[in-house]
């Protein structure tokens, strides 16, 4: 079943390891500490209508959803990530995954020699006088060497979704793998649950901080978003009625809520593409094994300090109070799982123990199927 740990049903691939990295099970090829690939857990029946009926019926809502509903289930399962981070020097190719910490993997890459030639140090970087002594952050750098986030070393892959969304597009990733053949491609994903609140959080703060609202999209944007809420922000009922507008399709326009995307729909866009996976609870871990499996002679440890969000402290107290509707509804943390579903299988996650137990969410990951390894991409 979806709770018990998945694993992938050819015997060696993959190795469901129990009680790791806080909670969630760690993935481990079998028999090395070798990171697995992302193209051997596709699901056979990724089934979106009834993971997306059965949130709305926790919910409270009907199961049917309306056009905006549909439209808002297939932009949730549609592929969601910045771009790609090209390293000529260690032939690497980064999948940024957004709300995965790849501002902090993109300056852990800037900051090792194995990644960057020449490496950065923090003591390069000039700190603003007033911040004196805090972690080194991704403007800084980018400042720093004339680096903008639109022009990283050595390359950065990207494009615009259709309606104004930041990602990558299907034909600009292809373009990526072809251009760079010998290039090994690697990225990390996170917990389905913690992405999810970490994304609202995003979102509150990009659309609902006036002076980060009106210098990206303007005032009427700023102001529909505010008017789709009754709650105020950075209270648990916020949160809640966030997810129900959300599994309404009523949050479709708004400029950045492909945070919230499924991290799903990058193994989707990958298909048959060798991708080596980490899993950002175990980034200690997976960090040196990535460098040990790339023929590095030495691996640094991954640098938790440097490029801090700013939304890390929790300044609006939105993932504090996501976390606290959870904590008191469990229908809305059992919708989350039910729509998180496929990442929860197809990335190794354990499901929260309120979802394990649970006969629809259950039935729902049988109906998923098996995981499969799918025919190569042409």
């Keep these: 079943g979806a709770g018990g740990g998945p694993r992938a049903s050819r015997a060696g691939v993959l190795e469901q390891q129990g009680g790791a990295g806080g909670g969630s099970g760690a993935v481990r090829a079998a028999g090395s500490g070798a990171l697995p690939e992302i193209r ?44 790609a981070q090209v390293h000529s020097q260690s032939r690497t190719l980064y999948i940024r995954v957004y709300k995965s910490a790849n501002n902090s993997i993109r300056c852990n890459c800037l900051l090792s020699p194995n990644f960057a030639n020449p490496a950065l140090t923090p003591e390069t970087v000039t700190f603003d006088p007033r911040e004196n002594g805090t972690p080194i952050d991704a403007w800084q ?33 292809d373009k990526a793998f072809r251009q760079h053949p010998g290039h090994t491609a690697f990225t990390f994903v996170r917990e389905p649950v913690g992405h999810f609140i970490s994304a609202y959080t995003e979102v509150e703060w990009r659309m609902s901080v006036d002076g980060i609202c009106l210098r990206e ?72 094994n990535l460098q040990h499996q790339l023929g590095f002679p030495e691996a640094h440890p991954y640098n938790h300090e440097v490029c801090p969000h700013p939304t890390s402290g929790d300044p609006f107290n939105t993932t504090s109070s996501a976390k606290e509707a959870l904590a008191r509804e469990p229908r809305l943390l059992k919708a989350l799982c039910a729509i998180h579903l496929p990442d929860f299988i197809a990335f190794g996650y354990d499901l929260p123990p309120p979802c394990q137990g649970d006969p629809d969410i259950q039935a729902l990951g049988q109906e998923l199927g098996e995981l499969r390894l799918p025919e190569p991409a042409g």
């Excluded at 949130?55 to 808002?72: D, H, K, T």
């Design 141 to 173: 750098v980018w400042r720093k060497f004339g680096i903008t986030p639109r022009k990283m070393p050595d390359e950065r892959v990207s494009d615009r979704k259709p309606g104004g969304a930041g990602g990558i597009g299907l034909e600009t990733l």
């Design 40 to 83: 051997l857990r596709l699901l056979q029946r990724p089934d979106k209508a009834g993971a997306w009926g059965l949130a709305r019926r926790l919910v409270g809502l009907p199961a049917e959803s309306g056009e905006p509903g549909l439209q808002g289930m297939e932009r949730f399962f549609s592929l969601a990530a910045p771009g």
């Design 217 to 288: 999209h303007g005032v009427r944007e700023c102001e529909a978003y505010k008017n789709l809420f009754q709650e105020a922000r950075g209270t648990p009922e916020r949160f809640a009625e966030f997810v129900r507008l959300l599994l309404k399709g009523r949050l479709l326009r708004v400029p950045e809520i492909y945070h919230t995307n499924a991290q799903y729909g990058l193994a989707k866009a990958l298909r048959a593409r060798p991708v080596l996976l980490g899993q950002l609870e175990n980034s200690d871990r997976d960090w040196i």
